[in-house]
């Protein structure tokens, strides 16, 4: 199965406001890409893109060899989303969240299964939340709503994950249990774009990073691509300073 990303010459405008120009990137199965830019950067509308929620004004996406609306309707992709991109007072529950993932599976009822409910318990023993399947998605921890989303693409059975800020504010543990997670995915040959503020940590997430000011300035190894000189086309800090691009 193609399992990988390819971006190429994207320009996405928000009304007269270019968030994206001419960016282009290909992600291969069995890699996790790290995508580092400032706030601003584009990576959202990145993400947005490439799961086929915004269509470019220029350029092409192809998620798995196919249409990203086609490769978001087989559950070939999942999508983590920021906090803020989501309700957490409307009243469903953890296990219920995770169940969304199925219902590409389920058909026009969307009446589980014995399937869905076993791909579903088998993803939140995996972000270790079983224990929490029946609270209320709001009442969780932030660490603990995004391994809930990262369980509801697992019980999907997406083979590429994309991931927009997974480590704000989460604690230590959801943090290595997310990292763990993806390491897993990307073993197993799928595929995985992630952005993130952590640079420190970024080379131990990733096998390749990608820097990102509405263009793709760089892909390459993250050691290379943390380079002083390097973050400093993206995010204007002095080269002569590393600490401060943290």
Sequence with gaps: ??????????TVHYGPVRALDGASLKLE???????????????????????????????SVRVGGMDP??????????????????????PITVGEVVMTGRYGHMGFT?????AD??????ALERVELTNYAHRQIGALSGGQK????????????????????PFAGVDKRSEATITRLLREL??????????????????????????????????????????PEHLALAFGLDPMNRGDAA
């Design 1 to 10: 199965m193609n399992l990988s990303v390819d971006v190429q010459n994207v």
């Design 29 to 59: 199965a069995g890699r996790v890409c790290g995508l580092v830019g400032m706030n601003g950067s584009g990576k959202s509308t990145l993400f947005k893109t490439i799961m086929g929620l915004l269509k470019p004004d220029t350029g």
């Design 69 to 90: 609306q086609q490769a978001r309707k087989r559950g070939l992709v999942g999508y983590v989303p920021q906090n803020e991109a989501v309700d957490w007072d409307f």
């Design 110 to 114: 969307r009446r589980a299964r014995s």
């Design 117 to 122: 409910r076993k791909a579903v318990a088998e």
């Design 146 to 165: 995004k391994r809930a989303f990262v369980a509801r693409g697992l019980a999907q059975g997406a083979r590429i994950l994309l991931l927009d800020e």
């Design 186 to 227: 990307s073993a197993e040959g799928g595929s995985v774009l992630v952005s993130t503020h952590d640079l420190h940590g970024l080379p131990e997430l990733a096998d390749e990073a990608v820097l990102l000011m509405r263009r793709v300035l760089m892909h390459g190894d993250p050691h290379q691509v943390l380079r």
